[in-house]
């Protein structure tokens, strides 16, 4: 009974006298989900032609679990693919997901509209369907937006205007708002995207997100054959089919970094007093116990570390290269782990490789406060540098050396 109140509800919420004209082209976009991976929305082109009564919504956002999938993610060699649906069931099943779901129409000629209707029928082939997919340079968005803009529909009309638009934000920027909601893959986004997601973004690179196209596609122009402008979007067109029942996306990303510093600070204390105590006890087991905290901390940044490093090195995920945070979480970590463990934190070679570990972060604070700063990881140098000093401090403290030299 639900199914068909909401199919009712959609079909009278759809854009009105849809049978006039042969073709007529909608951008539907699709809001946030409720998963991680669908918190950066989608969208679809779809096609009403009155020759056959047919509505199809074509999305390039299709993708499997199977088919080595899990591999294929890690080492950033996904392969999606494009394929046309009923619109009406396309737009149901977002809807009772709780997800929004507008549409707008595209004014275009009927030459414009017929050539792109040629192109997406060519695209779901099964020979032309699958493309390597990207998260921010080859997604379902930027393929839709280039499908618009190709020869014989806006003729590169739409890059020409929204490239010279600059947004003043960047991907982390919108990561960040975006997956604001979920604090643990924020906080792993934050360590693995490096400065290359940090560069200012123009309009037409912010178009990898289905809510900044539609936004861009509202305020842009389009052209006929004749060369005359127009608005791209129809006057009046813009319809909500199904408003927004989930949580909504901040329109700012929140502003955490005291939270990262207190963690850091309140970790790396209890991890310095966890050294120094050790250090004193006469009980093996309780010196371990006592250890435990910066053991915990220097194992995963050890993992951490030489995770990032296999991405760089084995991996085409371009956005985490040239990341700062390769500095606060190193492979050196093991090294101190170990140590630690072992019961020979008062060697020499340890205490280095403690001062080694905290070192770099003292001069990323250096540079964040000159204009040499190029990478927004702020909140993980917050959280890694203090506890880095306290356990460096707590290895190298003068009580500490004391203690060393006596024994």
Known sequence: MRRWLLALLLAAALPAAICRGELRVFVMT??????????????????????DGSDIAYNWGIFSFDNDFISRFIRGDM?????????????EIYAAYGRSVSVM????????????????????LPENRYYRY?????????????????????????RRQLS????????????????????????????????????????????????QLEKYLRAAQGVDEGGVMHPL?????????SPNRLEPVLQQPPNW???????????????????????GSAKRWRARLALTPAVAWEILCGAAGTFWLGGVLFTDHWAIAWNDNGWLFTPLSWVLAWALLRGRGNTRWARGCA????????????????????QANGPMLALALPIHLCVAAALVGPKRLAKARGA
């Not at 969208?43 to 020759?51: E, F, G, Y």
């Not at 934000?169 to 360590?191: H, M, N, P, Q």
């Open 233 to 241: 979007v129809k006057p009046d067109s813009v319809r909500l089919i």
């Open 134 to 158: 990207d998260y921010i340079r080859d997604n379902c968005t930027t393929r839709l937006r280039d499908a618009l803009d190709a020869p014989g529909v806006l003729h590169g009309q739409l």
């Open 257 to 279: 970094l005291w939270r990262y510093l207190a963690i850091g600070v309140v970790y790396g204390l209890v991890s310095g007093t966890g050294i120094v105590w050790a250090a």
């Open 30 to 51: 699709m809001g946030p989900g409720p998963e991680l991976y669908e918190r950066f929305g989608h969208n679809a082109l779809w096609v009403h032609d009155s020759a």
């Open 164 to 211: 010279g638009i600059w947004t003043g934000e960047s991907c982390r920027f919108y990561t960040r708002r975006i997956i604001a909601a979920d604090a643990l893959a924020y906080t792993g986004l934050e360590f693995i995207l490096g400065r290359p997601v940090d560069q200012p973004l123009n309009a037409w690179d912010a178009c990898y997100l289905p809510e």
């Open 355 to 374: 001062v080694a570990l905290a070192l770099p972060g003292m001069v990323l604070v250096l540079l964040k406060l000159s204009p040499l700063a190029m």
């Open 79 to 91: 392969r999606y693919w494009m394929e046309g649906f009923d619109a009406r069931r396309t737009a």
């Open 105 to 124: 129409e595209l004014d275009l000629s009927d030459a414009q509209k017929r050539h792109l209707q040629d192109f997406l029928l060519w695209n779901q």
